[in-house]
């Protein structure tokens, strides 16, 4: 299979034209290398912080950082865009951003020094301070994707994207199990997170080497006055009435749906994995693994199925399939199930992750790219603040197994509206 699909990607791009072949290479070493990231530092930070003895409500605080922050920063970040060429939007915000995956790698090292208490705290301030930049470069990426692969690839660069992410994050979630098995608690992490800031590194050179050919809101040197008051206009602009008209209004409201429904019972995973459950590392990491595999056996149909279905419909059949998640997780006793959970989640997000922004796009006319991203960013991390900050208040009400199932109930009830109504 994996054969086969590195196969389909050489013949893809020789279909593809000669001035995008590089910039989509680029794209899928960038994410190649993010997978990294993600299969190490973010997928087993969250663990640690439990291992730490982080609450449900703290991971849940440490789940709505970025949320928090973008709601304060997303309207001057798109602001800030519209009169800033994009490439350069996503060089600086990329390196403020990923910067700070360093400092995570000492908090395992100077274990003995600081207080479990205190690296939970230290672990929620460092995700605040990065969510700063890194709402920028949601914001900048979105546009910079947009203008860098024309329409018609779309669908097709984003399916092989979620794939060999899928992939790598699989194998990096593997080694990063074995590495945690292998060297004594805390110290494993430091390699785990070591391995994280390379793939952060390694994902920027990437980026960086990007070139849009289709930039058309590249911005020219102005003088530092003339910039601010450039900013502040784009931003009075963005508050017009008008941005909401036709089916970005109902985009936005089903979107804002969807990432409330998804992330509602996330800050209960690790710790019902951690505390519930008793499931080591190992065990976890290969959930991390199984899911992503399924990811990315998943991301392989997505160009078929995207031909076949509407848009809206695929995203919302994919939130109906994650309902099931945290019911086979709720009915768990031990790792069989919570493995078979990771297959049916990883082949629900593998729909998701490709169909949401191919439905997002649709309903954004060509002009003011920047302003409709910056909204929806607006929106969907809205969502993820509100769901973050209830879904372990209402855990801790009705108990951790009950809410999952009524997490699931929430899911699936969006996802059949969004294929519905979107």
Request: glycine residues 8%; hydrophobic residues 50%; contains cysteine.
């Amino acid at each position: 299979m994996l054969i086969k699909f590195v196969k389909s990607i050489f013949r893809f791009s020789h279909s593809v034209p000669v001035e995008h072949r590089k910039n989509f290479w680029n794209l899928y070493l960038d994410i190649g290398w993010y997978g990294v990231l993600n299969g190490t530092t973010i997928a087993f930070l969250s663990i640690y912080a439990a291992r730490m003895g982080a609450s449900a409500g703290q991971l849940g605080l440490i789940s709505a950082a970025p949320a928090i922050i973008s709601l304060f920063v997303a309207l001057p970040a798109g602001a800030w865009l519209k009169v800033q060429s994009t490439r350069k939007a996503v060089v600086w915000s990329t390196i403020s951003f990923r910067v700070f995956y360093l400092l995570i790698i000492l908090l395992p090292i100077l274990n003995g020094l600081i207080s479990s208490r205190l690296q939970v705290g230290m672990i929620t301030g460092i995700i605040f301070l990065m969510s700063i930049p890194g709402t920028a470069l949601s914001i900048s990426f979105n546009a910079f994707f947009g203008e860098t692969v024309p329409q018609e690839w779309r669908g097709s660069v984003l399916g092989i994207r979620n794939a060999i992410f899928a992939i790598v994050t699989t194998l990096s979630a593997l080694l990063a199990g074995w590495l945690l098995n292998s060297v004594i608690f805390p110290y494993g992490y430091a390699y785990v997170f070591g391995l994280g800031f390379l793939g952060a590194v390694m994902s920027s050179v990437h980026l960086f080497s990007i070139h849009p050919p289709l930039n058309q809101e590249n911005a020219t040197n102005r003088q530092e006055p003339k910039l601010l008051k450039q900013i502040f206009l784009t931003l009075k602009h963005q508050l017009r009435p008008n941005i909401f008209e036709g089916p970005f209004r109902t985009t936005i409201i089903l979107l804002f749906l969807f990432h409330l429904a998804q992330y509602l019972p996330i800050p209960i995973f690790p710790i019902y994995s951690v505390n519930v459950l008793k499931l080591n590392d190992q065990v976890i990491s290969l959930g991390t693994a199984i899911f992503n595999l399924a990811l990315f056996l998943g991301s392989t149909q997505f160009s078929r199925l995207i031909r076949r279905f509407r848009s809206p419909v695929m995203t919302g059949a994919g939130m109906m399939i994650l309902a099931i998640f945290p019911v086979l997780l709720a009915i768990s006793r031990g790792a069989p199930m919570y493995l078979l959970a990771h297959v049916i989640g990883g082949l629900g997000w593998s729909i998701c992750a490709s169909s949401i922004y191919t439905y997002l796009y649709e309903s954004i006319p060509d002009q003011d790219k920047s302003i409709h991203l910056a909204w929806f960013n607006l929106g969907s991390n809205a969502a993820i603040l509100l769901g973050s900050l209830i879904g372990p208040l209402i855990g801790e009400l009705i108990g951790l197994q009950p809410v999952l199932f009524l997490y699931a109930i929430i899911r699936a009830a969006v996802g059949y509206t969004i294929a519905r109504k979107g």
